[in-house]
């Protein structure tokens, strides 16, 4: 039976190779799904209020390395059909309350509610005001097509019983509508603002303008679950002149931060950090900490926000950098289930090396059984030089054995049963001698 040549990789080495690949296709995947650097907000016109909030995620965000590019837009429902096309590009938006139709778009979440977003209603002063009829003929801009101000316009109005035909419906931005109202070149505006607009604050101070309440606020509310009620208290534009000179109620959607349900985790995460920077503290129509809250208007909540919730960001975005925290969870998630594998191969591996050490050496022992059991038929032969040639070569292969320290007992026993034959051969080869004499 012929010897195989000894192999020259030891199983140690296939270990060591092993967990070398394994490191090395755990880090190809841990960077592959890493957050992106870069992700694109849609917000609404340049200047507004949405645009404005966008800047100042933009500023934050870019402390963490993540780049935000803002997608300027008509409003919300623009943002909204640009967040439900993949190929728009943009993973997040904000969004008023409402603008979702009631079929849903399950490839949007919510990360939550961020701010009351009030709906304006400023007339000029030279006519009495005495509700929705007192606007009929009137020329009144309700925001630019894509707005939510004028989806939102358009659904009240409809819901009172007004249409296009009833009134002058114009669809002027923000800015330019409320430079018209001063000019007196149109009789209203709606617009939907946060407090902080400028817009709101210069409007509110003017003379010229006066600010309306739509009738039956509470019946509104009350019709749409995503509106809320929202008191403007007397004397807020201007309290040395009393403007408004009374309370005022109306009625605010609330603006969402959504993202596209694909947008990675981490920077789901990072975003709701951003949104407690941004919209947590007090303001007129709420207390600190109002904002952002786990409401779900339109959408549902993704899981991340479900968790951000209930338990803050992530342990690691605690004590370590964005970047370094995202890294370290990535490699936990990897490591976790190959540490679970390695941990038996690494135990087990001694018994395996130590099983095929005893194969290497069972197989010399084989031809070291067949070489003793032929010397019979080799003494016969006179070819005794052939055996002496093979027990050399059997013990250079047994020489040649990389075995571990614990185990050379085993190739010493082996060298000396090959000396036992050679000495066996001898005295059978001496034995012979005289009957050829």
Known sequence: ?????????????VAIIVVAIIIVITAFATFRTMPPRTISMATGPEGGAYYEIGKRYQALMARSGVQVRLVPT????????L?????????????????????????????????YEPLWLFIRKEFQYAGLESLRGRKISIGTEGSGTRALSLELLKRAGYDAETMQLLGYS???????????????????????????????????????????????????????????????????????????????????????????????????????????G???????????????????LSPEALQYYRSGRPFLQNYLPFWMAS??????????????LLYPLMRFLPLIYAWAVRRKLSRLYGE???????????????????????????????AALRIPAAQTDLLYTLRNHIDHVRRRLAIDQNASIPSQA
């Not at 936990?332 to 679970?340: A, C, D, H, Q, S």
């Open 74 to 81: 008509g409003g919300s429902v623009d943002n909204l059909a």
């Open 368 to 398: 070291l059984r067949y070489l003793e059991d032929a010397i019979p038929a080799h003494r016969e032969k006179g070819d005794s030089g052939t055996m002496i040639e093979r027990l050399d070569q059997l013990e250079r292969q047994a």
């Open 174 to 280: 923000t800015q330019e509508a409320a430079d018209k109202l001063l000019a007196g070149e149109i009789d209203a505006l709606v617009m939907l603002a946060s407090w902080e607009s400028p817009v709101v604050r210069r409007l509110l101070a003017d003379e010229r303008v006066e600010l309306a309440q739509f009738p039956n606020v509470d019946a509104y509310v009350a019709l749409y679950p995503f509106l809320s009620k929202v008191v403007v208290p007397a004397g807020l534009g201007d309290m040395a002149n009393n403007r408004p000179p009374a309370n005022v109620g109306l009625f605010a959607p609330m603006a969402s931060l959504v993202v596209r349900t694909d947008l990675h985790s981490a920077i789901q995460y990072l975003l709701l950090n951003t949104a407690v920077q941004i919209h947590s």
């Open 327 to 340: 890294l370290a969870a990535r490699l936990l998630v990897l490591l976790i289930p190959i540490i679970g």
């Open 1 to 13: 039976m012929a010897v195989q040549t000894e192999e020259r990789r030891r199983w140690p080495l």
């Open 282 to 300: 007090p303001g007129i129509f709420q207390a600190a900490g109002r904002f952002p809250a786990a409401e779900a208007i339109d959408l549902s």
């Open 83 to 115: 967040l439900r096309n993949p190929r728009s590009g943009v993973g997040v938006a904000l969004l008023q309350g409402g603008t979702v139709p009631e079929s849903g778009a399950p490839e949007i979440v919510s990360l939550g509610t961020v701010f």
